[in-house]
């Protein structure tokens, strides 16, 4: 299956060379070699059916109504060995803990501004940063509770920080189902690997949640807040809210009265402690944000704010994940853990600072410009792609609003092989083949008692041939991702 | 792990009391059953009226367009729709797949997972994927061919669907208040249903009347029995005897027939109190009343005294009464 699959001058995640694997694929290599084509496609196949049946589906809005589809899921899984996720849970931890003593410090001391590491201006002009937080006690002192990291590698096969999503990162419902899918349509090649378990992520979250329960509140009431029905996400909502066993609520059901938050029963209003949110600040109160949000609750960051009721993430994160501070995050391990970063960013250029935007204007052909206020692979210009105008359009926007934006070279992402068969992959000569696409990493991180690294994360893959762009609101697929067990200790 | 309630806020259960349930999801929880059991009566009405008319042979069209109307008039689904084909394609097409038909099979089944996909969290995996898996089916590309193949075949998978999935609601729910509100959706919607027929069908069978010979009658109440899932159990209560005065009484007043209007209250009593008890409440809830006092009404009631009075005036007065308690269920635990 292998013997015309292109390894290419990227770094490839599964072959050394043609026909020559890295150690740990090499059982899933010589597996699938025996494997015919037919049969191969006929499981992934009943891959497609199991996630449709189980309506593991997101929503897309291509026209008025939206549509349902399924995630496409690449058979073919990534496998990360023991000592490169021992390297990368060390990284991982380091970077949530140094973010968390950042938002602790900018909504109350602000020394790292103080003491001129980071421009306070870059920090006053985010859009993402919340007046309304500062001096607020949030419990345990945790901002990130739930932090969702994007990871790339290079050409050198070294792991980057892409970014790192402190807000409301989604995808792990994804990462459990598509193991669910694995284990029932390839069992054979996975009892082949000691994989680690990811199953206690739920459990990992509920006590996450637990952690920063009001004192008051001696067995919490946990729920999850969802914008509803048409968010894109909400599969995942309900998905983790029956995962847990807690409510999965809406903004109509939940009702602030004297400074706590209740939500409505068939047996009248009950008190609410927690609030895990899957809504965006701006839409959280009205009463404080955007009054013209209705998804959110009237009076809610009033009963967060004297402490009654405990919000996951906390409110204001954003300025930590912000585009433009991102450049600062080895900065702040330094300055608050006094340790050298273990994860390396991707060199990042601020168009807010003078040499830096000289520097991206007159290399817009080879940098990547990304702007600051939006995610999702929108608003992106990648100069080696773009026409004249389209990069003329990006040096006016940049003149206009410099810190709107950031510059990165492009980092050519490693790449997987992944089947192609015409209808999920499509291959470049429209054969069915294996092709190296690229693909991203993104664990998850939960902060509470103490940190946990999901041994895990969703692979991204960018399923159209040569495409740097793995979103799924752009076209992306996702694949199960194996770490495994240290053979030494087991 | 241990639940997650607040002791301060809630007593937890030495009586087996359930965790008090979001409004929202109450609402969506008796709509979604509702729906499913409302798609079931749609296909067992078509599939019952096609096997009829088969089985009497050939009909005046007066009288044919007559009985199509009256599938119309059970669910309560309007006008007639226009078009240029017979009157049977016309309906059975209209009320199977016709999307902006409210009381289509289609629309039913649509709601239905609508509704559970809201409460996705709320229900068991196998509830959600039987429902998804019946919807994916009547929406897919091939739902068209099957049906013309076999439209019998097509209404029987509906309908072993529905069934499907209440024995999945039974075994895979726990009994509390969030199935309490899917028996109270079923029952209410069942009763509904059933009066109906009872109403449309007597109503085109006496004025008939004379018209109709033995063999040709016996057939018509059969189909009303069948319409209402019947026929074998009155068989065993009644024999082979067809008597359209039976045929009421057994519909409306039989003891312990899960398909007899009297049986369905008994059952709506039985789940509101159900409700009321879950959530520590002592007082008979307001819907509750009513269901009892309905149900103290039908288990003393004779089927001479309904004739007497007339049949459509007494199933109004029941149809008034379920209402009456849908609507108090509503205000009580929906509309907080």
């Known amino acids: ?490 | 792990m241990t639940l997650i309630v607040d002791p301060s806020q809630y007593r937890p259960s030495d009586t087996g009391e359930a965790r008090p349930m979001l409004s929202r999801d109450a609402d969506s929880m008796f709509w979604m059953g509702r729906y499913v059991e409302r798609a079931e009566h749609v296909a067992r009405l078509l599939r019952v009226h096609l096997m009829l008319l088969t089985d009497v042979g050939d009909l005046t069209p007066v009288l044919e367009h007559q009985m199509w109307l009256t599938i119309l008039s059970s669910m309560r689904a309007g006008k007639e729709p226009e078009g240029s084909d017979p009157v049977s394609v016309r309906i059975s097409r209209y009320m199977t797949f016709d999307p902006s038909n409210p009381s289509s099979i289609v629309s039913c089944i649509a709601r239905a997972r609508e509704n559970a996909r809201a409460i996705r969290e709320s229900i068991s995996s196998e509830m959600w994927e039987c429902l998804n898996g019946v919807y994916l089916w009547i929406t897919g590309e091939e739902a068209g061919a099957r049906f013309e193949e076999s439209p019998d075949q097509f209404y029987a998978h509906i309908m072993n669907s529905s069934m499907l999935f209440q024995g999945l609601t039974d075994q895979t729910l726990a009994h509390d208040q969030r199935w309490y509100f899917t028996q109270i959706a079923k029952y209410l919607e069942r009763i509904d249903v059933t009066a109906r027929v009872i109403e449309t069908r007597f109503d085109v069978l006496s004025k008939m009347g004379a018209q109709l010979d033995q063999p040709i009658r016996n057939i018509h109440l059969m189909g009303v029995l069948r319409s209402c899932c019947s026929l074998e159990s009155y068989r065993r209560q009644h024999l082979a005897d067809l008597e359209g005065q039976r045929i009421a009484e057994y519909l409306i007043l039989q003891k312990d027939y899960p398909r007899s209007i009297r049986f369905c209250v008994e059952q709506l009593h039985r789940a509101t109190a159900g409700v009321r008890i879950s959530n520590g409440q002592h007082v008979p809830s307001a819907p509750e009343r009513i269901f009892g006092r309905l149900e103290a009404q039908l288990e003393y009631a004779s089927i001479d005294e309904i004739l007497a009075e007339g049949l459509n005036e007494y199933l109004t007065r029941i149809e008034q009464a379920t209402s009456e308690g849908s609507a108090a269920l509503q205000k009580s635990y929906f509309l907080y």
């Open chain 1, 1 to 490: 299956m292998f013997e015309q699959y292109h390894v290419g001058n990227v770094f490839d995640e599964m072959f050394i060379e043609p026909g020559k694997p890295r150690r740990h694929y090499a059982p899933i290599v010589q597996r699938l070699s025996d494997m015919d084509i037919d049969a191969f496609e006929r499981r992934r196949r009943m891959a497609d059916v199991l996630f449709r049946n189980q309506g593991i589906t997101f929503t897309v809005y291509s026209d008025k109504r939206g549509v349902e589809k399924i995630f496409p899921f690449d058979l073919v899984p990534r496998i990360i060995p023991a000592d490169e996720w021992e390297l990368l849970e060390r990284g991982l931890t380091q970077r949530i803990t140094a973010l968390n003593l950042f938002c602790q410090d900018i909504y109350h001391e602000q020394r790292i501004l103080r003491e001129k590491i980071i421009d306070p201006y870059l920090i006053y002009a985010a859009k993402s940063f919340r007046r309304e937080m500062i001096g607020v006690h949030v419990p345990k002192n945790v901002y990130i509770h739930i932090c969702g990291t994007d990871l790339v590698r290079g050409i050198d096969g070294k792991y980057y920080v892409l970014e790192d999503n402190g807000r409301t990162p989604s995808g792990v419902s994804y990462v459990l189902e598509n193991r669910a899918v694995m284990k029932r349509v390839f069992p054979a090649v996975f009892n082949q690997y000691r994989v680690r378990a990811i199953e206690d992520y739920p459990y990992n979250l509920l006590h996450t949640m637990r952690y920063v329960a009001p004192v008051h509140a001696i067995d919490p009431t946990c729920v999850i807040l969802t914008p509803g029905i048409y968010n894109s996400a909400y599969f995942e909502h309900t998905f983790l809210a029956r995962q847990m066993g807690v409510d999965l609520v809406e903004g109509q059901d939940l009702v602030v009265e004297n400074g706590f938050v209740y939500m409505r029963t068939t047996a009248g209003l009950r008190r609410v402690d927690v609030i895990y949110r899957r809504l965006d600040d701006d839409f959280l109160d009205p009463l404080c944000f955007r009054e013209d949000s209705v998804l959110g609750v009237a009076g809610l960051m009033n009963a967060y704010r004297v402490g009654n009721v405990a919000l996951v993430n906390a409110v204001g994160t954003g300025v930590a994940d912000d585009k433009a501070i991102y450049p600062f995050v080895p900065d702040m391990i330094r300055f608050y853990l006094s340790q050298e970063p273990i994860l390396e960013n991707v060199p990042t250029y601020i168009c807010a600072r003078e040499e830096d935007r000289k520097y991206v204007l007159e290399n817009l052909d080879k940098l990547v410009v990304k702007s600051t206020n939006e995610s999702g692979g929108y608003g992106m210009l990648m100069g080696h792609q773009a026409t004249e105008s389209q990069r003329e359009e990006f040096r006016e926007k940049i003149l206009k609003e410099p810190r709107d934006f950031i510059a990165q070279p492009v980092v050519e992402l490693s790449q997987h092989p992944s089947f192609c068969d015409g209808t999920n992959v499509i291959s470049g000569d429209g054969s069915r083949c294996f092709e190296g696409r690229r693909v991203d990493l993104r664990p998850y991180i939960l902060y509470g008692e103490k940190v946990i690294v999901m041994p895990g994360g969703l692979t991204r893959v960018a399923l159209r041939r040569g495409s740097l762009v793995v979103n799924s609101s752009q076209g992306g697929g996702s694949k199960d991702t194996w770490v495994l067990e240290d053979e030494e200790q087991s």
